[in-house]
């Protein structure tokens, strides 16, 4: 077993652990949105973010990704940690405005509007992978994954084309955290699915 603190409590992970993992087992809430069990973590939406400190020393490091280690300081509830969260939730506010699941996540932590900029009032997506990583990972199929880079990413069909591959299992649906996967899943079934994400 390791051992190591989480805010000052002593807690026992099992190797192979992440601080997450241990931090779920002991009911210390830290809020995700990439992270499901089903597949592997990602670091990607680093809402998860926690404060290693040691001394003088700190850093910040996204809890799905971080191991557990002997010895370490865990906390999920400083200043620092607070206002990576805000800027988080703010992003995320600004990036998928219609999703009343962001919406009602960032309002528990406080988070009702946002300094950036809103591109577009319908969208719900976080581009957090979720959909694409559990088509690969769970299904066995690449029907879908993120494509294209900067403010032009989406989730979308290889190359942007048709595609046969999808079959329609509504495995994307279930782990999405939003409702972006659901409003779509007609397109998905119709395997329409090179132009609705
Ligand atoms: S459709 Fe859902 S699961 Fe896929 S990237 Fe967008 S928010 Fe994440
Ligand atoms: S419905 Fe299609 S895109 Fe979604 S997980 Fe299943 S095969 Fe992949
Ligand atoms: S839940 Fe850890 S980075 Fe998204």
Redesign the pocket.
Known sequence: MIRFKINDKEVKARKGWTILETAREYNIEIPTLCFNEAVAPSGACRLCMVELKEGGWSKTVASCIYPAAEGINVYTETDKVKNIRRWIFEMLLASSPASSEIAAMAKKYGVTSTRFTIKDQNETCILCGL?AR??EEV?G?S??SIVDRGVRKKIGAPFMQPTD?????????TVCPTDK?ESIFDN?RKKN?STVY
């Open positions: 959909c559990v088509c299904v199929l029907a879908i591959v999808c079959v329609a299992c509504g495995c994307c649906v996967m998905v699915i």
